[in-house]
């Protein structure tokens, strides 16, 4: 299973879209519904296949365990895949009922869900599912999450489904408690990333329209907009070592009785750090994933893991970051490098980090962002 957690809509987009991509390499729809899945996350059971020359369909049960340390705790769903087969390939419709869940899956599924997913001839799969609204209401809170959408793009290797790309779409969510009011439109995540169980290179996108929070006191500091977010990350992967870039952008900063910031730009770059070094951190990660482990023998691993990456050192720069305030702007860089070392905990580390870290900054502003400054505050 993937490293990432993308709720009920991607894990029933994954199961689809595998079914999908097990159709076009078995090249028998016989043969992969009389067969079953099952591994430390998953299991898939089919029964009732019946396939025409042009369209068939078959009964499903599938069974999600989301923390091995707790396997009584699933997800269990049943469905009825609908198929047809066209000059371009499959065309498979999956309506999907809760059978067991908790609460907020329950609420989510109150009714059944439709799944579509194409294949063509090459392998190529396209999935994507629609969520109901989501709402909460009582006396403390009040949210509502619009219609999500998820989509799932796969292909087909060997009997293998290798995933290629994950999209969330929310037009909108709202909550409202007895503090304020927090809407939040146009959210759009997408990555190529950590979809297969492998640590491999590909970007992550977060893009959000807007953040707005209305205090119910308007005179409170709470209050303000975040507009035109987005983030994105990188990463490159050569033959020994891995680059990890980031970048944040953000139009406008407005919030109450502050002069509102324009133009954020941000940005962070890990270089050179140990290929081999993250490559173990993120099997870590994955085997805390699939198998129990006890939290504090997991911690330990996780953070002499971390130090291992550390210890091996690597560079760092953040260049040309800005931000507008009013008619004046200011612009910061930085460049520097972590020396190898040889901790063996968080304590020696930040003890030696003075010895251990090289860098340089530079700070850039003009003399209307100081008077815009001065003159609001004072």
């Known amino acids: 299973m993937s490293k990432l957690i993308w709720g009920l809509g991607g894990l029933i987009v994954f199961a689809t879209a595998a079914v999908g991509g097990s159709l076009y390499a078995d090249k028998s729809l016989n043969s992969y519904y009389q067969q079953n899945q099952k591994t430390n996350s998953v299991s898939i059971q089919y029964k009732n296949f019946n396939m025409g020359a042009m369209q068939g369909s078959a009964d499903w049960a599938a069974q999600f365990i989301f923390d091995p340390c707790k396997p009584k705790d699933v997800l269990s769903l049943t469905g009825t895949d609908k198929i047809k087969r066209s000059w371009n390939g ?21 009714q059944p869900l439709t799944a579509q997913t194409k294949i063509d001839w090459l392998g190529v799969v396209h999935s994507s599912l629609t969520t109901p609204v989501f709402e909460k209401n009582n006396e403390d809170i009040q949210a509502r999450i619009d219609p999500m959408t998820f989509k799932m793009d796969a292909k087909s290797k060997g009997d293998q489904l290798k995933i290629l790309n994950a999209k969330l779409q929310i037009p909108n969510m709202t909550v409202s408690d007895k503090l304020g009011y927090l809407e939040i439109r146009e959210v759009e995540f997408e990555t190529t990333q950590g979809l297969n169980s492998t640590f491999d290179e590909g970007e992550t996108r977060l893009n959000i329209a807007s953040i707005k929070r209305t205090d119910r006191n308007m005179q409170q500091f709470g209050s303000g907009e975040f507009k035109d977010f987005a983030l ?41 750090l140990n290929k081999q070094k993250i490559q173990a951190f993120f099997d870590l990660l994955e085997k805390n994933s699939e198998v129990c482990i006890v939290k504090d023998e997991f911690s330990k691993e996780l953070a002499d893991s971390f130090l291992s990456i550390i210890n ?32 063996t905990s968080f304590t020696s580390l930040v003890k030696m980090a003075p010895s251990l870290i090289e860098y340089q900054a530079n700070i850039e502003y003009d003399k209307q962002i100081m008077k815009t400054l001065l003159g609001n505050y004072l």
């Open 90 to 110: 499959y065309h498979i419709e999956s309506k999907i009922n809760l059978q067991q869940g908790n609460e907020i899956f329950q609420k989510m599924l109150n």
């Open 232 to 272: 994105l990350m990188n990463t490159d992967i050569d033959k020994h070592k891995v680059n990890f870039d980031t970048q944040l952008n953000i139009k406008e900063v407005v919030m109450h009785k502050i002069p509102t910031f324009q133009k954020l730009q941000m940005n962070f770059n890990l270089k050179a």
């Open 312 to 343: 091996e050192g690597f560079t760092f720069e953040s260049q040309d970051n800005q931000i507008n305030l009013g008619e004046g702007y200011a612009k910061a860089s930085l460049s520097g490098k972590v020396m190898p070392g040889h901790q």
